[in-house]
Nanobody
Framework: QVQLVESGGGLVQPGESLKLSCAAS????????IGWFRQAPGKEREAVSC????????YYADSVKGRFTVSRDGTKRMAYLQMDSLKPEDTAVYYC?????????WGQGTQVTVSS
């Protein structure tokens, strides 16, 4: 059974950092692209970043480019989202996602709150 579990969220002040983790089970992480998404209150879920299974290439939304770094460790079955220089507008529930077969699997999400 494909499963993703996020962790690492919390309450931080503007300018601080957090590292989110996404624990994968039921599939080989090295073979699938992992995406990170977020959803702020009253807003639609948006793509934040992803890391390709093919060559490890990465994508970042313009709003996080230069501040966030996506990575993965297949041996640990983990994907990560390092978030630096956090801003209040980064406040959201963050999700990881994978497509194995015909459907997408989402984690349960982890709350990130950036506030002074």
């Amino acid at each position: 059974q494909v499963q993703l579990v996020e962790s690492g969220g919390g309450l931080v002040q503007p300018g601080e950092s957090l590292k989110l983790s996404c624990a994968a089970s039921g599939f080989n992480l090295d073979y699938y692209t992992i995406g990170w998404f977020r959803q702020a209150p009253g807003k639609e879920r948006e793509a934040v970043s992803c890391i390709s299974s093919r060559d490890g290439s990465t994508y970042y939304a313009d709003s996080v480019k230069g501040r966030f770094t996506v990575s993965r460790d297949g041996t640990k079955r983990m994907a990560y989202l390092q978030m630096d220089s956090l801003k209040p507008e980064d406040t959201a529930v963050y999700y990881c996602r994978v497509r194995v077969g015909v459907g997408y699997t989402w984690g349960q999400g982890t709350q990130v709150t950036v506030s002074s």
